[in-house]
């Protein structure tokens, strides 16, 4: 875990409450020794990448904190279009730390929780083992529960670490921890999404937004000059110049699920125009290749 890490980056110097709230974050990997039988594809591996970040701050600017984590979550689910559910964790059988700590994790991590106005549900004897934790699922098209982002509050670790800072009477006092991750682990927030969509991503998400077609080799100068034009324009596209049938280069395309083909014929090559085509099957009319740039940004730009 990247905990300790940033602990020992916190404690490479004097801290003063001026200094609060320090947020450290990273891509770091993270490995798990999961049993054989449990490992599926992206959604459980024994070696993965989270979005790990962890914000040391004074215990007054904790609610702020957890809130701000809260708005995080929500404001990156509605990119992406998920609906979530959340759960608070709570103490373990096996745990560190007073019962005192505990309690007042507990209390930081409820109280922020009702005052979203979410509903949110409490798992016992769940949380870490230093800490109670909210719990993020998401819920796929199938309505399955993916647990993704996750917000942990942890009074523990900064005592056993003895981590300080100079409040501002002069005192030395212990800041709180809280790990946070949006994500979670990468590859599996991957593997849902390709679920969720069916691989059919959103033209923003798309890795390859559009792929340029030609019906014969005598469009291959054409071809090549919009595909140029495209790709400087910013957008993720792909030429299929092969002397194969178009209908085969069009099934090909549909199976990789790219949002738009741009076929070009002699007709194209005439009018300086290509013919865009969804993967459903639906034909646009032919464009400019600059109003198809302008057509692709606009559409980009209203999920913006």
Request: aromatic share 10%; net charge negative; proline share 4%.
């Amino acid at each position: 875990m990247n905990c300790l890490a940033h602990m020992m980056i916190y404690k490479s110097q004097l801290r003063s409450y001026r200094d609060l709230p320090q947020r450290y974050f990273e891509l770091g990997t993270v490995h798990r020794h999961e049993r054989a039988g449990v490992l599926h594809g992206l959604l459980r591996v024994r070696c993965f990448t989270q979005d790990d970040a962890h914000i040391l701050c004074t215990p007054e600017q904790l609610d702020g904190e957890i809130k701000g984590v809260l708005k995080f979550v929500s404001d990156v689910m509605a990119i992406f279009g998920f609906d979530y559910e959340m759960e608070l964790s709570t103490r373990p059988e096996k745990s560190i730390g007073s019962d005192e700590d505990w309690e007042r994790a507990t209390a930081a991590l409820l109280g922020a929780l009702k005052d979203t106005g979410r509903p949110f549900e409490i798992n016992e004897g769940d949380g870490a083992f230093y800490g109670p934790k909210i719990d993020i699922k998401l819920r796929d098209c199938l309505d399955r529960r993916w647990q993704c982002a996750t917000i942990q509050c942890d009074f523990t670790l900064p005592e056993r670490f003895d981590l300080t800072y100079v409040a501002s009477d002069g005192e030395r006092k212990r800041p709180v921890m809280v790990h946070r991750v949006i994500l979670g682990s990468i590859e599996r927030f991957i593997g849902v999404l390709i679920e969720h969509f069916a691989g059919n991503f959103p033209l923003w998400l798309a890795p390859v937004q559009a792929v340029v077609l030609t019906v014969t080799d005598n469009q291959i100068p054409y071809a090549q000059e919009v595909f140029k034009q495209l790709r400087a324009a910013g957008i993720r596209v792909q030429e299929d110049l092969r002397n194969e049938k178009l209908n085969f280069k069009i099934r090909e395309a549909q199976l990789q699920k790219i949002p738009y083909m741009l076929v070009i014929g002699d007709k194209e090559v005439e009018q300086g125009t290509v013919t865009p085509r969804y993967r459903d099957g639906k034909n646009l009319h032919a464009m400019q290749p600059e109003e198809f740039i302008s057509f692709v940004e606009s559409e980009v730009k209203a999920h913006k």
